[in-house]
């Protein structure tokens, strides 16, 4: 049932995507009176599994099998289809070839525009709706992974500083290291301040190690959950149990990998409370807990009205935009090993929660509707990006390259587009086996 869910949800995020971009290209095509001969979700490779074209159309709309992305076919244009035998005719006044640069490029941008027009919708819809709520990094420590231990961090560390950047969202640590290519973290031990020096050949392992700061949540008591088994134990708000049977817990984390191994059974553990620290026996149910509520760490909450989730949401929108070209840029510098962690579908279907959450999935929306439009803006001849360029080389020099140079450019961007898409599942499904 959870991998149907997932799946259910990738297919209506891709759906509602794939849509939004291609009705960007469209909209710009019939603004121009350019003939749209197919909008099409998805690929129709040799048949569709759905197909109309209403009455005094010229477009035909429909459903194609391959679910691999979309396409509005314009006439007069080179694209994935490679007409060749329609660009051999004269050009029509209503192809795409006949029209202005100017207004070529707004069909070819088109597609990217309405992505980020979308998330940013979606986002001021998230601002209105939820606000914004954030783990604060001030005043909080990071539990490690094994990863993390290896450079240097240690749990109970607070990261004050990345080079001169100092963190505000805790769960931004370790993208907002990576994005920076930080080379000296600062941090908080004990007492001391102490500087972590990176090594940037380690970033390829960060990307592809999520969890590499946890957040130390301290083991302090809020409520004991009614009905407990340690209701009379004696515990209050504000006790912060310190080690169970005589193994140090200061952290929640510790105390569920030492519960494991007691579960069922009643275990005597070291309570700090105010300065005193006391002794307590308390009992472990069956699951390896001990039915008590903890106090979490600040959460920063805002909520916004509808006139200020608008500057909010576009300021999220933007800055999403900025982290996600930061992260571009990495996996195409093959030294920091980022394009291991290149991704496909599979890839996708694991960022989906196990149960349907509309504030997650309208988050994970936006997210991926900025993400296809940052792709198809990288100048490579089969995405918008490429059109863009030659587009713009035209409005520069004058000079519109030919057909056979369009023809020839698009078959080594399809080649490149599939080769990106080899590495993406053969990514997945390494990361499977392991």
């Known amino acids: 049932m959870v991998v149907l ?3 259910l949800q990738v297919i209506l995020a891709l759906s509602i995507l794939i849509i939004i971009h291609e009705l960007g290209h469209f909209f710009f095509a019939k603004l121009f009176k350019i003939k749209v001969e197919k909008f099409y979700l998805f690929f129709d490779v040799k048949f569709a599994l759905f197909r109309f074209r209403p009455k005094n159309s010229d477009t035909e709309y429909g459903i194609g099998w391959l679910p691999l992305g979309g396409y509005c076919k314009i006439a007069g244009m080179i694209d994935e289809s490679m007409d060749t035998e329609a660009m051999k005719k004269p050009p029509q006044p209503w192809e795409f070839r006949s029209h202005p640069a100017w207004q070529r490029l707004l069909v070819m ?3 990217v525009l309405f992505n980020f027009i979308f998330a940013i919708l979606l986002y001021i819809g998230i601002m209105a709706g939820w606000g914004e709520s954030y783990i604060s990094n001030t005043g909080n420590s990071i539990y490690v992974n094994d990863l993390a231990y290896e450079m240097g961090f240690r749990t109970g560390d607070r990261i004050l500083m990345l080079d001169d950047y100092v963190p ?3 769960e931004m640590l370790q993208a907002d290291m990576v994005r920076r290519t930080a080379s ?4 908080l031990r004990g007492e001391d301040t102490l500087d972590i020096y990176i090594d940037q050949n380690m970033v390829g392992e960060m990307l592809n190690t999520p969890g590499m700061f946890d957040l130390a949540i301290p083991f302090v008591v809020d409520t004991v959950q009614p009905g407990s088994p340690n209701q009379d134990s004696g515990l209050m708000k504000g006790d912060r149990i310190v080690s169970i049977a005589g193994q140090p817990a200061g952290y929640l984390q510790d105390s569920r990998k030492l519960l494991k191994n007691y579960s069922g059974q009643e275990i005597s553990a070291s309570v700090l409370r105010g300065k005193d620290t006391v002794e307590v026996s308390l009992q472990v149910d069956t699951a390896g807990l001990l039915g008590i509520y903890t106090q979490l760490p600040g959460i920063k909450s805002k909520k916004y009205s509808v006139l200020e989730a608008i500057p909010a949401g576009i300021g999220l929108a933007f800055s999403t935009i900025g982290g996600y070209v930061q992260d571009l840029k990495l996996v195409f510098t093959p030294s920091t090993e980022a394009y291991k962690s290149v991704g496909s579908f599979i890839s996708m279907g694991q960022i989906f929660p196990a149960t349907w959450d509309w504030y997650r999935f309208i988050n994970i929306l936006a997210l ?8 198809n803006l990288l100048p490579i001849p089969a995405l918008d990006g490429g059109h863009i360029v030659f587009t713009i080389y035209e409005m520069v020099t004058g000079r519109k390259p030919s057909d056979r140079f369009l023809e020839g450019a698009q078959i080594i961007g399809m080649i490149l587009l599939f080769g990106l898409m080899i590495l993406a599942f053969g990514n997945d499904i390494g990361r499977l086996v392991r």
């Open 5 to 7: 869910i997932k799946i």
């Open 109 to 111: 941008a088109g597609g």
């Open 168 to 170: 505000e969202r805790f």
């Open 184 to 187: 000296k973290v600062t941090v």
């Open 368 to 375: 991926l509707s900025i993400m296809l439009g940052v792709m």
